[in-house]
């Protein structure tokens, strides 16, 4: 079992940067890969990036490569989300999710996720 917390939303103006963060409980966080998707109002949840459980493979949506990066540190059962050169369709919930033992970039195959968190955009 574990339990995902996210923390570091917000307002940003567009251009602006944010760092998301998602702790992790549990002493078997190293073991999963660790996701991040959205979701924006009347849209469907959307994957924006992923990490495998040592680090070595991330993957990221078309709309983010070259803006966000994603990142873990194991030793702290967290993992990050920097977000830069932000967008107003950017706009949504951000959500963590926790994948054991497979690799996938699509949200039906993720196990655990945390409540989210508000990430807006204004232009």
């Known amino acids: 079992q574990v339990q995902l917390v996210e923390s570091g939303g917000g307002l940003v103006q567009a251009g602006g940067s944010l760092r998301l963060s998602c702790a992790a409980s549990?002493?078997?966080?190293?073991?999963?890969?660790m996701g991040w998707f959205r979701q924006a109002p009347g849209k469907e949840r959307e994957f924006v990036a992923a990490?495998?459980?040592?680090?070595?493979?991330?993957d990221y949506a078309d709309s983010v490569k070259g803006r966000f990066t994603i990142s873990r540190d194991n030793a702290k059962n967290t993992v990050y989300l920097q977000m830069n050169s932000l967008k107003p369709e950017d706009t949504a919930v951000y959500s963590c999710?926790?994948?054991?033992?497979?690799?996938?970039?699509?949200?039906?195959?993720?196990?655990?996720w945390g409540q989210g968190t508000q990430v807006t955009v204004s232009s």
């Open positions: 999710a926790a994948d054991h033992y497979t690799y996938y970039l699509t949200p039906i195959a993720y196990d655990y």
């Open positions: 549990g002493r078997t966080f190293s073991t999963y890969t």
């Open positions: 990490i495998s459980w040592n680090g070595g493979r991330s």
